[in-house]
């Protein structure tokens, strides 16, 4: 969420501050990803994120008042971070080609796009994990490319990328171990070259973490509480790779590969970039082991392993060294077919897994969110029932604020309503629910501006004033010549007004 809204911050109020978009700041101050400043209501997350996406929501939002964008906000979150995705995967490909066949290039691209965490976590919300999986593999593809063409220019690249990966996520800044390896052993004489534009990316974040939050990291410091050095640790790490509802191996088994791909690198001394391909097998080990000493180290709500994201690069990368070495070795026998029928059910079997992570985990009720070593109750399973039994809705959705190319419902007992009759009634609920079916299925009628208006009727008889203003905005946007929707719109600013006095007053007595 405040990565959602912080563009919106910047682009309209010129701060970085979020009591702009909520009724009572300091009820959502009791919120994990959000603390109080100065008064102002803040994120304990980076800004990184927020500040790179912030033209993008711009060009997004043109043209929009603050109601109308945040009306929009989950849509734009949402096509953002699939191209953040997007991104990822086709800077992957650029990288994988370098030293793989292109069969072995697309298929590996393939299985880091569909059969792993970049679906279901990195394309799906505004997570931390997705920007880091792109920044890594654009400083990979800069060393690249520098040993292909040595120049100045790469390690520049290379230096402003590490300076926004480690204050983007800090936990993940070991990554940049081997990197800074390939600079000081490799290349000593790009040395400045690389620094210094490792500072100046990092260090406007550094300013904001330190001015605000009085400390490197900002807030997000406060998850060093978190740290458990107690034997639990080791049992944590196996959670990370085989728990049956947070393990690496479960929810993309094919990355098993990856294993017995880094035993096929082949011999450091032949090939620089190999060398830092093995550098980077024991800095994934220590990644993970500073992840299982955190006291949620299955991440919270989230599908699957969400803290291991941003290790996905380089796990597929020697997935696809793996397949390299195992398709030039193939001989037509039993032997071999066998292996090529078990890589095809691992990766089939986790891209499966990641679909139901993307198109049903977002309906499992808190209810039946299990902890991470229950086995009793399977993420992946319950994902799929609580999906199937919920899920009614198909959109295929364009960049916002268009409305969506493609819309299915499997409900349509909206449409025989009596919404009438319901309103008479007094069931405002029920009415609200049939013109928000009604818009989304036909957003481009002749009287959709009457439906905004109808909708932002029921919400205001159901207090729900925020919501309503948006719905009377939308009504005027489509017809500003439309007096009903500008006096309900006028009507329901003073309910809001007259709501947040009586929390004022309530909280001072």
């Known amino acids: 969420m405040p990565a959602a809204y912080l563009p919106l911050s910047i682009i309209y109020y010129h701060d970085l501050f979020l009591e702009h978009f909520f009724t009572n700041p300091q009820t959502v101050s009791d919120a994990y990803a959000f603390t109080t400043v100065n008064g102002h209501l803040m994120s304990i997350f980076p ?94 593809y800069a060393i690249i490319r520098n040993e292909e063409h040595p120049s100045p220019a790469w390690f520049i690249i290379a230096g402003i990328l590490s300076g926004l990966l480690v204050f983007c996520r800090p936990p993940d800044a070991l990554l940049l171990i081997p990197v800074l390896g390939y600079v000081v052993l490799m290349n000593r004489k790009y040395l400045v070259h690389y620094c210094i534009p490792a500072v100046l990316s990092g260090l406007p974040f550094l300013a904001y ?11 997000y410091v406060q998850n060093l509480d978190k740290f458990d050095l107690s034997i639990h640790a080791i049992s944590n790490y196996a959670g990370l790779l085989l728990s049956p509802n947070k393990g690496l191996f479960i929810f993309s088994p094919v990355l098993i590969l990856a294993i017995f791909g880094y035993f096929r690198l082949g011999a450091p001394e032949d090939n620089r970039i190999t060398r830092i391909f093995q550098w980077f097998g024991p800095v994934l080990i220590l990644e993970t082991i500073v992840y299982c000493f955190f006291s949620d180290w299955g991440g919270g709500y989230s599908y699957g392993p969400r803290y291991m994201t941003g290790l996905l690069p380089l796990l597929c990368i020697y997935v696809a060294i793996f397949l390299s070495d195992t398709a ?108 928000v079916e009604y818009l989304r299925e036909n957003p481009d009628s002749p009287n959709s501006f009457v439906m905004w208006n109808n909708l932002g009727c029921c919400l205001l008889k159901l207090k729900e004033y925020d919501k309503a203003i948006i719905s009377f905005d939308r009504a005027l946007a489509i017809n500003p010549q439309y007096k009903a929707a500008e006096l309900n719109r006028a009507a329901a600013v003073q309910l809001l007004a007259g709501a947040n006095r009586t929390i004022e007053i309530n909280q001072q007595s």
């Open 209 to 219: 973490n330190w001015y605000f939050f009085g400390n490197v990291f900002g807030g």
């Open 328 to 435: 030039a070795r193939f001989r037509a026998g039993m032997h071999d077919y066998l292996k090529v029928g078990a890589i095809a059910v691992l990766i089939i079997f986790s891209v499966i897994v990641q679909f139901i992570g993307v198109f049903y985990f977002p309906y499992l009720a808190d209810a039946h969110y299990p902890r991470p070593w229950d086995s009793s109750n399977p993420l992946i399973i319950s994902s799929l029932q609580d999906g199937i039994e919920h899920l009614d809705t198909f959109a295929v959705q364009s960049i916002p604020p268009f409305p969506p190319l493609y819309y299915y419902t499997r409900d349509d007992a909206w449409k025989y309503l009596n919404v009438t009759a319901v309103m008479s009634a007094g069931d405002y609920s029920t009415a609200a629910s049939y013109y």
């Open 47 to 140: 800004i990184v994120i927020p500040v790179l996406i912030t033209p993008v929501v711009f060009l997004c939002t043109g043209g929009m008042t603050p109601d109308q964008a945040v009306l929009n906000l989950g849509f734009i979150a949402r096509m953002i971070s699939a191209g953040i995705a997007a991104l990822a995967v086709s800077t992957f490909y650029l990288v994988v080609i370098r030293f793989v066949p292109r069969k072995t290039a697309i298929i590996s691209t393939l299985i880091f796009a569909f059969a792993t965490s970049t679906w279901s976590i990195g394309s799906q919300a505004l997570w931390q994990h997705g920007m880091i999986e792109l920044l890594l593999l654009l400083i990979l």
